[in-house]
């Protein structure tokens, strides 16, 4: 089973407080910054953080990542939240006209601004302006002068909103020294190491993801068949629901079906969307077996209660749609249930009936799981108290196993 990993390193106040977090993407359990491309490096935080299932406690602070000159000039900031993420600016992107109007339009869109690693050299006399528009600026306190750290502390007067960070503070006396000069938050191993915050990886088609594509690009956009490709993989349904209930989106109304979702965000929003995960699942490695088994058998769940609401004529089939669709959850992500189904971005009667509880869809999903456990005794008794006949059940049980 492939599993995510997000490094996770404090940043306190000086009352050693939490402020918030710097995330830092991991390959695994070894707490170091993998050789891999730096635009690569935080789509995968993004993704991991934002959109995965086992990371609410660390996406529910504002959180600062870092973003490369290429990232900066991206549409990746379409998908983001500007009251969550801190756009942290790596020390080796030159400043440039271009670059400050960008940087311009995401302080707009309502970002805030970090300078990381960040020494005062020429090329910044240039663009006095960016100050700004800047809300943070981090000092490494290991590889700067007293005299880079002084020259940099100095804007501090020139700029009194500004927010001086020191990084890699490892001694008592260096935070003690941070503190006298003016900084006001603080991050190092003197604190605490990052730590490694892991879940598992949902399994996604990079296919499925290319049709959603085509369907997207199309001159007049299909909703139906649109919401169709994205409702046969539990992934890219999870990614979407979550992305809209949660992070962009707030509304009072839970969003709980994939044609809502796409309403509420837009064809434009979604193909932006699509884009950046396409992206992100173009370096994902082989599924697991058993993951595919499980994930097939979570797709046939979900058409069968589907059909079966369909049958009975109920109005919200699309909901009995997600409760099959995210009741083996818990096994995909190998976890116990209490983590996972409150978790889901689902309704709340979606979640009761996955965790146990006896509701209006129980029985619905209990048919499913009796047909796939080949208890057809059972599965047939539990039709029939839905009104439900033994051979239209074999008919929407056929169905639901052909139609994937």
Known sequence: MENLFVGRQPILDSDRDLYSFELLYREGQQNAFPDVNPEIATIKVLVNTYLSPGFEQIAAKKTFINFSEQLLMTNIFDTLNPKQVVIEILEDVQMTPILLERLKKLKEDGFQLALDDFVLEKQFEEFPELFHLIDYIKVDFLLTTREERA??????????????LAE?????????????????????????KPDIIQSAKLPAELPLYFELMNLLNEKDP???????????????????LKHTNTYIYQSREKISSVKQAIMRIGLGTLKKWVQF??????????LN????????????????????ARHKQLPNVDEYYMLGM????????QREKEEVFPMLPVSAEIIATLCGEKTEMTSY????????????????????????????LSKLALQAATEL
């Open 289 to 308: 077996g058993q993951i595919k088994v499980l994930t097939n058998h979570a797709l046939v769940r979900a058409k069968l209660c589907e059909l079966l």
């Open 365 to 392: 999903l209990e048919i499913a799981t009796l047909l796939e456990e080949r208890s057809y005794d059972a599965a047939i008794g539990l039709a029939e108290q839905l009104g439900v006949e033994e051979k239209e």
């Open 222 to 240: 299909s909703l139906k068949k649109i919401a169709d490709v994205i409702m046969k993989d539990v992934s890219l349904t999870y990614k979407l």
């Open 277 to 286: 995960l396409i992206v992100y699942q173009e370096d994902a490695g082989e």
């Open 151 to 164: 020259a940099v502390e100095a804007l501090k007067n020139m700029y009194p909103h500004l927010i001086l």
């Open 168 to 192: 890699k503070i490892e001694t008592l006396e260096q935070f003690e020294e941070a503190k006298k000069v003016g900084y006001e938050l603080f991050q190092g191993y003197f604190f605490a």
């Open 326 to 333: 995210f009741s083996l959850m818990d096994l995909i992500l």
